[in-house]
């Protein structure tokens, strides 16, 4: 039986791009049969801004109890209520090779970036960017898991976990599952209000919770061409479509496609986007505004799936302890 685990960091709030690639097959996956799923924040993984760092840790939370993850069906937790997760950090230390952080994706960006301005390489890199791995590395062995769908973006790091695992196995004795990135293959990267791949970085996002009232403003943003109703478009060319698609069914995208053919307005396929969008979130919105109003009941279920987590962690670390000797001097 696979153990599937990934982690979110708690650094923005979720949009509709973050929905359609990663939350909803998610939570999809996470309730079909034969596998058991780890879903966490990663908040260890997102310091620097406070208010950010604990208001998006509410938002993500609610947004993913929101969208039907069920804290019953799956572990449900934030990574700083597993006090194992920075200890089990620290002692992967001892089989983290310096040299393979240094080829860190992340890290190399950084550097290069500095080198490129005529500063010193690491100037202004803090260790929680360079030890990033390692922490996502404890996060992923602790619980054994044997499946991390991850974006592109992160497929280094699964493997630093399993090159960590293994130099440890090596070293102190099979201890650690070796654990493999899983890369949605057929994710949609969705476009953005501007055409380009929807991505907080450039400000160009429908956030998944927005009101109706912007939702509607925002859909009815989206960059189309000049093209005057009755002129046929060309639906491998816009954002609209590509938007459409994402969230309707092969039917509906292929009756839009004719649609296109016809030349629909851009005015009229905005509305038709908007009440596609709508239907689907509207009742998950609901619950996500009444989550947010009560983040005593989301902090509940937080601490539940922690004990529920450390219950599996306090053992295992246990055992990792004693492998590298940190043992009582008398039993
Ligand atoms: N680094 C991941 C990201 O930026 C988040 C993350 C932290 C994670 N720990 C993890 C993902 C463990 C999968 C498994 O998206």
Redesign the pocket.
């Known amino acids: 039986m696979d153990t599937v685990?990934?982690?979110?960091?708690t650094t923005g709030t979720p949009h509709i791009g973050n929905y359609v690639g990663a939350i909803k097959p998610a939570v999809e996956a996470s309730v079909r049969p034969g596998a058991r799923s780890y879903f966490?924040l990663?908040d260890y993984?997102a310091l620097g801004d406070p208010e950010l760092t604990s208001r998006t840790t509410l938002e993500i939370a609610a947004t993913w109890l929101a969208c039907g993850l069920d804290p019953d069906k799956v572990m449900f937790y934030r990574?700083s209520d597993i006090p194992e997760i920075p200890e089990l950090a620290w002692i992967l230390n001892v089989s983290t090779a310096k040299g393979l952080l240094n080829r860190a994706h992340a890290y190399k960006a950084a550097v290069d970036a500095n080198v490129a301005e005529g500063n010193d390489p690491d100037h202004a890199i803090m260790m929680n960017l360079y030890n990033?791995p390692v922490?996502?590395a404890a996060?992923?062995l602790m619980f054994k898991?044997t499946k991390?769908?991850?974006?592109k973006?992160?497929k280094q790091?699964?493997e630093m976990a399993r090159d960590v695992a293994q130099r440890f196995n090596h070293h102190f004795g099979e201890t650690f599952v070796l654990p493999e990135a899983v890369i949605g293959e057929d994710v949609a990267t969705l476009s953005g209000l501007d055409g380009r791949k929807m991505s907080k970085s450039y400000g160009n996002t429908i956030p998944l919770f927005a009101s109706e009232k912007d939702l509607r403003k925002l859909v009815m943003k989206i960059k189309t061409n000049s093209l005057e109703p009755g002129q046929p478009k060309d639906p491998s060319d816009s954002t609209l479509f590509d938007v459409y698609k994402a969230f309707a069914a092969p039917e509906q995208t292929a009756a839009i496609r004719e649609r296109y053919a016809a030349g629909i307005a851009w005015g009229e396929m905005k509305q038709m986007l908007f009440e596609l969008i709508n239907a689907e979130l509207a009742e998950k919105r609901a619950e996500y505004e009444r989550l947010i109003a009560s983040p005593a009941h989301v902090e509940k279920l937080l601490r539940e799936g922690a004990d529920k987590a450390r219950a599996i962690s306090r053992p295992f670390i246990a055992e990792i302890r004693e492998r590298v000797g940190i043992r009582p001097l008398a039993r």
């Open positions: 685990l990934t982690g979110v960091k966490f990663a993984h990574q990033y922490l996502m996060d992923i898991a991390v769908p991850v974006g973006d992160q790091h699964v």
